[in-house]
């Protein structure tokens, strides 16, 4: 069992940044691809980021240059820099973790996390 928990979520201005964590408890994940994807209200669930057991990046077109993935297999840790940030990124992000060792990080997904808010105001 594999426990993900995101932070880091909240409100910010356009132009401003934040910086996502998906904390992995119960299993070292440092082999396991993941991924970030995000739900805006009365939106379905879309792809934002994913990163491979060694470190290989995925972004969608809307994000490329202004997010960047990255994990700290040390803390089984992996983060969402998110800069020059946009009202359309305004979103419930949540992080999953690929069911099979060394993917992607595209899937399939064994576990999600619960998701953290991000706000950004114009």
């Known amino acids: 069992q594999v426990q993900l928990v995101e932070s880091g979520g909240g409100l910010v201005q356009a132009g401003g940044s934040l910086r996502l964590s998906c904390a992995a408890s119960?299993?070292?994940?440092?082999?396991?691809?993941m991924g970030w994807f995000r739900r805006a209200p009365g939106k379905e669930r879309e792809f934002v980021a994913a990163i491979t057991g060694g470190g290989s990046t995925y972004y969608a077109d809307s994000v490329k240059g202004r997010l960047t993935i990255s994990r700290d297999n040390a803390k089984n840790t992996v983060y969402l820099q998110m800069n020059n940030l946009k009202p359309e990124d305004t979103a419930v992000y949540y992080c999953a973790v690929d069911r099979d060792p060394w993917g992607s990080g595209h899937g399939p997904y064994g576990y999600w996390g619960q998701g953290t808010q991000v706000t950004v105001s114009s």
């Open positions: 119960g299993r070292t994940v440092s082999s396991y691809g």
